[in-house]
């Protein structure tokens, strides 16, 4: 099992930037894929992005490609989200998740992580 904490949600306005921090501590970070899925009010969790093990791959959600950037730094068990050009649509609640060896299907799905974060809100006022 691991453990994930977010950090760096916020109010901030359209247009602006926020980045997500998800420190990692447990079984081996480096080994496993790593996802960002938000969930907003009324609505179900959805994917935002995830990464390779190495970082070599990454892979975003349509509504996000161009202005949100995954990466994680193995050295340090986080990963992170950069989220740029925000708009009120991007308003959620964002969880960290973390592939493991339970893990099924692909980085899309829920199903691929074996651990969540607690979340961390992200409010982009209009």
């Known amino acids: 099992q691991v453990q994930l904490v977010e950090s760096g949600g916020g109010l901030v306005q359209a247009g602006g930037s926020l980045r997500l921090s998800c420190a990692a501590s447990?079984?081996?970070?480096?080994?496993?894929?790593m996802g960002w899925f938000r969930q907003a009010p009324g609505k179900e969790r959805a994917f935002v992005a995830a990464?390779?093990?190495?970082?070599?791959?990454?892979w975003y959600a349509d509504s996000v490609k161009g202005r949100f950037t995954i990466s994680r730094d193995n050295a340090k068990n986080t990963v992170y989200l950069q989220m740029n050009s925000l708009e009120a649509e991007d308003t959620a609640v964002y969880y960290c998740?973390?592939?493991?060896?339970?893990?099924?299907?692909?980085?899309?799905?829920?199903?691929?992580?074996?651990?969540w974060g607690q979340g961390t809100q992200v409010t982009v006022s209009s």
């Open positions: 998740a973390a592939g493991g060896p339970a893990s099924t299907g692909t980085v899309y799905n829920g199903g691929a992580y074996d651990d």
């Open positions: 990464i390779s093990w190495s970082g070599s791959s990454t």
């Open positions: 447990g079984r081996t970070f480096s080994r496993y894929h």
